[in-house]
């Protein structure tokens, strides 16, 4: 095991800056997973700490050691990549091996090392199998074998499960979690499905823009978004926006646009509020409830529009003023299209967000 800081980096293409000043901390034996959109650095980040690109400004340090211009073989690290990037006339024994005898490890070393990761794994009945005999599972788990046979000290993941289909990505995204906690190596993943991102996690750093938008926990993450940004990119299904402003006299309230009053009791405010100014109220599906007896909970006038079945549960849709929301139900629950209900969220478990800066009041 070994512990990653990245110190002020930066990246660029050309005239293109893809990393601003980047700061991150990965202790031993933490597992932190890169998440963001397509084109907002992470793979960029990752590449950088492996030494596979030049980098701008910065240092990057991996068990103590300052390895900013060391080449990627003197890092200490094993990368899978998106692709399996499988030798195709090697058998998967021969894919697992390749690297340690070129580094010249010791033939009983080696053996040794294929027998354990080939357990781990679960794919010791393949090693006689070329790639093509393999399917897309089969040949993730050899290249995932390949990096863990170098028994590196800082594991690196570029969006390892993109090419398999759901149920494999599942499966093995199960398998990926029980790895890490059998191993207790550190780990830097990339991704965009945020699925893999809050069930893998020990920490996860939400980037756009070339910026780390939040570090923190996938409870945290989910629970308390610094920004809407982030608050808008994690959950499946997205938080739910309303616009309006802040009424602060006779207790704190948001005025949406048809100039009814939705109550904010209960919410943590980081200052006082002040009337008048422009925000986003966020609230997830799952936090808004048709039948609500607990105390401080606050009402949505809601019109319901559309229910989307999706097998253990639906989703009901309907609008808040001119606003489109969504509630998760139970896949049983009935109700009228185009009926008027009010609906009841708890303002203390919700976001709110500035109109204009995006970050959290």
């Known amino acids: 095991m070994a512990s990653v800081s990245i110190r002020k980096l930066g990246v660029s293409f050309g005239s293109l800056k893809v990393l601003h000043d980047l700061d ?25 700490v492996a030494g596979l690109l030049d980098i701008d400004a910065g240092q990057v340090w991996i068990g103590g050691k300052n390895v900013t211009w060391e080449e990627p073989k003197d890092r200490g690290i094993g990368m899978v990549f998106q ?10 024994e021969g894919n697992l091996t390749f690297g340690l005898r070129v580094a010249g490890v010791a033939k009983d070393e080696i053996s040794h090392r ?28 050899v290249a995932i074998g390949r990096a863990l046979v170098r028994e590196a000290g800082v594991f690196l993941f570029d969006e390892p499960l993109s090419n398999l289909d759901a149920k494999l990505r599942t499966e093995l995204r199960v398998e990926l979690k029980k790895l890490h906690m059998t191993l207790g ?41 610094v920004n809407r940004f982030v608050a808008g990119f994690v959950g499946s299904p997205a938080m739910n926006f309303i616009s309006g402003e802040l009424v602060a006299k006779g207790g704190p309230a948001l005025r949406v646009k048809d100039g009814s009053k939705i109550g904010l009791s209960g919410y ?16 997830r599906p799952e936090q808004i409830h048709f039948n609500s007896t607990a105390p401080g909970a606050s009402i949505l006038p809601l019109k319901l529009t559309l229910v989307e079945p999706m097998g253990a549960d639906s989703l009901l849709w309907g609008t808040v003023g001119d606003e489109q929301v969504s509630v998760r139900i139970g896949p049983d629950e009935t109700h009228e299209l185009g009926e008027r209900i009010d609906v009841h969220f708890q303002p203390a478990a919700a976001s709110i967000f500035d109109a204009e800066t995006g970050e959290r009041l």
């Open 185 to 225: 190596s550190t780990m830097i993943y990339v991704t965009h499905d945020q699925i893999e991102a809050l069930t893998l996690a020990d920490r996860v750093a939400v980037m756009y823009r070339g910026v780390i938008q939040q570090l923190a926990t996938p409870k945290e993450i989910y629970q308390r978004p």
């Open 114 to 141: 294929v027998a354990k990761t080939a357990e781990l794994l679960q794919i010791e009945p393949l090693l006689k199998r070329r790639p093509a005999e393999l399917s897309g599972g089969q040949r993730q788990r």
């Open 83 to 92: 692709s399996y990037a499988l030798y195709p006339r090697m058998t998967a």
């Open 24 to 48: 991150l901390e990965v202790a031993e034996g933490e597992f932190v997973v890169l998440l963001g959109p397509s084109g907002c650095g992470k793979s960029t980040l990752l590449n950088a």
């Open 268 to 283: 943590p405010f980081d200052a006082k509020p002040v009337s008048g100014r422009k925000v986003d109220l966020g609230i």
